[in-house]
């Protein structure tokens, strides 16, 4: 659940009428922060995706094994026919 920040930010007037922009420290700290969360969520990720590789490699595994075994009686067979 999000929760909003008391934390506020002193905005810089522009030139241009209406226009103001936050400061460059603050806009570095904000990237800082959501690199941060990133590097959080694709750690996250790669955890689940090796959880999904180790439950699917025992079926492919059997599958691989299942088709060698297909491929080579086929091959022996069509051998015996020349």
């Given at each position: 659940?999000l929760?909003?920040?008391?934390e506020?930010?002193?905005?810089?007037?522009?030139?241009?009428?209406?226009?103001?922009?936050?400061?460059?420290?603050?806009?570095?700290?904000?990237?800082?922060?959501?690199?941060?969360?990133?590097?959080?969520?694709?750690?996250?990720?790669?955890?689940?995706?090796?959880?999904?590789y180790?439950?699917?490699?025992?079926?492919?595994?059997?599958?691989?094994?299942?088709?060698?075994?297909?491929?080579?009686?086929?091959?022996?067979?069509t051998?015996?026919?020349?």
């Amino acid at each position: 659940m999000l929760k909003l920040s008391m934390e506020s930010i002193t905005l810089i007037e522009t030139t241009k009428e209406g226009v103001n922009v936050i400061p460059i420290q603050e806009y570095v700290s904000d990237i800082k922060k959501r690199v941060g969360i990133n590097n959080q969520e694709v750690s996250l990720l790669i955890k689940d995706l090796v959880q999904v590789y180790n439950k699917a490699r025992p079926g492919i595994d059997s599958m691989v094994r299942y088709i060698k075994n297909t491929y080579t009686n086929i091959k022996a067979k069509t051998k015996e026919l020349t």
